[in-house]
T-cell receptor, first 112, second 113 residues
Framework: KAGVTQTPRYLIKTRGQQVTLSCSPI?????VSWYQQTPGQGLQFLFE???????NKGNFPGRFSGRQFSNSRSEMNVSTLELGDSALYLC???????????FGSGTRLTVV | DQQVKQNSPSLSVQEGRISILNCDYT??????FLWYKKYPAEGPTFLIS?????DKNEDGRFTVFLNKSAKHLSLHIVPSQPGDSAVYFC????????????FGEGTQLTVNP
């Protein structure tokens, strides 16, 4: 079966702009989580959605937001981009909350 | 506050030998632990997990050991193969937080032919 699909793979944005990243989970998976990976901070949890509801949120500013649609696809949005937002953004899906997660290949965001 | 730590940023072993990757945690509420492998430009790939009610879980060449009293877990790979060369992350979660995984910083494993 198809894996977790993230689009786009690469993105370059200018400071102050906003960006929307997309994630299509494995078919049948209802839980989608987002992580940010940076060289200095490692992998950090952003938020999790399950059946269109945000169930968990990490310690990120309000500029980071997300949503999940009825087909379990998820988007995350970052507004007023800062240079420090440059990172690999990873989406992971699971058939249930908790347990092991399957990760996508990520979206590499560069803010200039 | 780094709740999950992998103190060795890198590890180099010979093909065929055992690789042992270590991970320590501080949060006693963690009750589920996972290991992921990551190649460059790819997302992490799930390897093996263990719940806090067990002290060992085995899957083929991979075995995870959990020492709850020491708040320590390790991943053993036997025998190591060159294709195992990757960054290995340990992660932990607590039942009440559901999906929230707390990751270690990762260990770069290099298996030399």
């Amino acid at each position: 079966k198809a894996g977790v699909t993230q689009t786009p793979r690469y993105l370059i944005k200018t400071r102050g702009q906003q960006v929307t990243l997309s994630c299509s989970p494995i078919s049948g998976h209802r839980s989608v989580s987002w992580y940010q990976q940076t060289p200095g901070q490692g992998l950090q949890f952003l938020f999790e959605y399950f059946s269109e509801t945000q169930r968990n949120k990490g310690n990120f500013p309000g500029r980071f937001s997300g949503r999940q649609f009825s087909n379990s696809r998820s988007e995350m949005n970052v507004s007023t981009l800062e240079l420090g937002d440059s990172a690999l953004y990873l989406c992971a899906s699971s058939s249930r909350t908790g347990g092991s997660y399957t990760f996508g290949s990520g979206t590499r965001l560069t803010v200039v | 506050d780094q709740q999950v730590k992998q103190n060795s940023p890198s590890l180099s072993v010979q093909e065929g030998r055992i690789s042992i990757l270590n991970c320590d945690y501080t949060n006693s509420m963690f009750d589920y632990f996972l290991w992921y492998k990551k190649y460059p430009a790819e997302g992490p790939t799930f390897l093996i997990s263990i719940s806090s009610i067990k002290d060992k879980n085995e899957d083929g060449r991979f075995t995870v050991f959990l020492n709850k009293s020491a708040k320590h877990l390790s991943l053993h790979i036997v025998p190591s193969q060159p294709g195992d060369s990757a960054v290995y992350f340990c992660a932990a979660s607590e039942e009440t937080s559901g999906s929230r995984l707390t990751f270690g910083e990762g260990t770069q494993l290099t298996v030399n032919p």
